[in-house]
């Protein structure tokens, strides 16, 4: 890095702007990133527990191909930064009616489960539908998460060459109707239909191609030593190793231009000049005109409407009891036709099902207290919401209510403060309406409504969960991987202070089109 090299302020320590902080910082490029908040991470949060800190965002890693080629693109090692263990067990899942199923690492493992679960049928159509996932996985990961700008033209011609894709992807259907073909056991469906809500969407709205993320999960599950936010710190401290300055409780509150292009940021009362801003934050904040005026129309309103679904998260400590929990475990409603129902309406659920991270079961079975994740899907926050207090105790209750009927129980119970609803989400994430996903995932055509790298604004360029490829760490790793390469190819280094490596061709085994769980 010279003096002379452009500068580039990023403004979010999430881990898409991280990621690019990293790779721009090796490439040479001056990098200053402006975190509102006391440390990095963004939705890669902890908390503290009477246990110890417990991940309160995403709790696995997964498509680890992504990790490896941003440390490698960088001349660095990820098993030499943070220590990953694979799982055996992906989840555990547990229905009403006392039926259990593991899925495994071991995908014939997986098969015998769901035939001593479910039937010999059911494993057969299980089968059939880990194969479909695959080849859509393998078809669609180039012209789509690969490529910094996906296109219907290319999707089509991806089709084109292997027409076996077009009854794979079923695209008359959406995911809950693809999966009651695939399934004649409506509690599968249920299971596999789940996975439109890790990007923020519901089964009866959402592609069916969002199916494949099984193919994902399935090719691999580690959790990070230390957790989530371990990953996060070794990324900023990698990042400022080769020159990036970060730059804590810091809010950007303007985006400055000269001649229509970015000439500077405003910050807590400094003007600080800029070649070119990276945004890692909602992009709706654009439109919010949270970074001024020049910044407001660097986007169409499109680009961050719908919303996506928001969540009710506990994060607490206890010993449980009733209930021999992995370390990713699912409690379904008990209703599967009308779960989400509610949803759609913006309403809360009244029979959800619950996504449960033992924190502290990724390696062993663990004595006394032990730390706790636990999800429930809400719609986002909406400021007129004059109920919204009233649904903060309501969902408290309704959690542990519903984890009761299944015979869990914790020692102590979580309290109230223990809850973050949608609201506590808007506010940690400005102009998100606590919408942790980012644009809503429905509709065939929403992939590619979605923002791309550039904006109108030249200079302004984006990264994270909010643009492309959309929602999930692994997604936002390889957004800030098409961000980089398109700030540099925009603002050519004369000097490179290392060989600028944007291994675009990776093989990434484990990339989907869809989020891996970030549960």
């Known amino acids: 890095m010279t003096s ?11 881990i ?9 910082a090796y490439m040479g ?5 402006m975190e509102r908040h006391s440390t990095p991470g963004g939705k890669m949060r902890s908390l503290p527990t009477g246990a110890g800190p417990v991940d309160a965002g995403p709790t696995v ?6 990790f490896e080629a941003l440390f490698a693109d960088v001349g660095l090692r990820l098993a030499d930064h943070v220590i990953l263990d694979q799982q055996d067990t992906l989840a555990r899942h547990f229905w009403p009616d006392g039926t259990q199923l593991d899925l495994m690492r071991d995908h014939e493992e997986s098969i015998a489960n769901v035939h001593l679960a479910f039937g010999p049928r059911a494993a057969a159509e299980f089968a059939n539908f880990s194969a479909r996932a695959k080849l859509l996985f393998d078809a669609f990961d180039a012209p789509m998460m690969q490529a910094p700008v996906p296109t219907l033209g290319s999707m089509t011609r991806c089709v084109l060459r292997n027409p076996r894709l077009i009854l794979a992807m079923t695209p008359h259907l959406n995911l809950a109707q693809s999966l009651r073909k695939q399934f ?4 599968l469906v249920q299971l596999f239909a789940r996975y439109a809500t890790y990007v923020g969407g519901l089964p009866d709205a959402s592609p069916a191609l969002m199916a494949l993320v099984w193919h994902a999960e399935r090719s691999g599950v580690w959790h990070v030593r230390g957790g989530m936010y371990a990953l996060a710190q070794r990324i900023a401290e990698c990042a400022t190793g080769f020159g990036a300055t970060f730059r804590y409780n810091s809010t950007v509150t303007q985006v400055e231009t000269h001649g229509g292009s970015v000439y500077a ?4 009362g400094e003007r600080i000049k800029a070649d070119a801003v990276l945004f890692n934050g909602d ?12 910044a407001k129309k660097a986007l169409p309103r499109s680009a961050a409407m719908p919303r996506s679904l928001s969540a009710t998260v506990l994060n607490f400590a206890a010993v449980p009891q009733g209930v021999d929990l992995a370390a990713h475990n699912v409690f379904f409603a008990d209703d599967p036709q009308s779960e989400y129902a509610p949803l759609k309406l913006g309403r809360q659920q009244t029979d959800p099902t619950l996504y449960i991270c033992a924190q502290d079961r990724f390696s062993d079975t663990p004595s006394g207290p032990e730390r706790f994740e636990i999800i429930l899907n809400s719609p986002a926050f909406h400021p007129h919401n004059t109920d919204d207090q009233k649904e903060r105790p309501a969902c408290h209750k309704m959690i542990l209510d519903q984890l009761t009927r299944f015979g869990l129980t914790f020692n102590p119970a979580p309290m109230l403060d223990a809850v973050t609803a949608p609201r506590d989400f808007a506010n940690l994430f400005p102009a998100s309406a606590g919408a942790l996903y980012g644009r809503s995932p429905h509709g065939m055509m929403a992939a590619f409504k979605r923002p791309t790298a550039r904006t109108a604004l030249r200079g302004l360029y984006l990264t994270g969960g909010g643009a492309h490829p959309g929602a999930g760490v692994p997604m936002a790793v390889l957004s800030a991987q098409h961000a980089a390469a398109a700030i540099a ?4 280094l004369t000097s490179p202070s290392h060989q600028a490596v944007m291994h675009g061709g990776t093989s990434t085994e484990s990339v989907t089109t869809a989020v891996a769980p970030s549960r």
């Open 184 to 187: 004649t056991d409506l509690r």
């Open 16 to 24: 898409g702007g991280l990621s690019a902080a990293l790779r721009l």
């Open 61 to 66: 890693l997964t498509m680890k191909p992504v």
């Open 265 to 268: 940021v405003h910050a807590d």
């Open 29 to 33: 490029f001056r990098i200053t990133v």
């Open 489 to 492: 190819a925009d603002l050519p």
């Open 4 to 14: 002379s090299a452009p500068h580039v302020v990023i403004i979010g320590a999430g």
């Open 283 to 294: 992009p709706a904040a654009l439109g919010h005109g949270l970074l001024g005026r020049d």
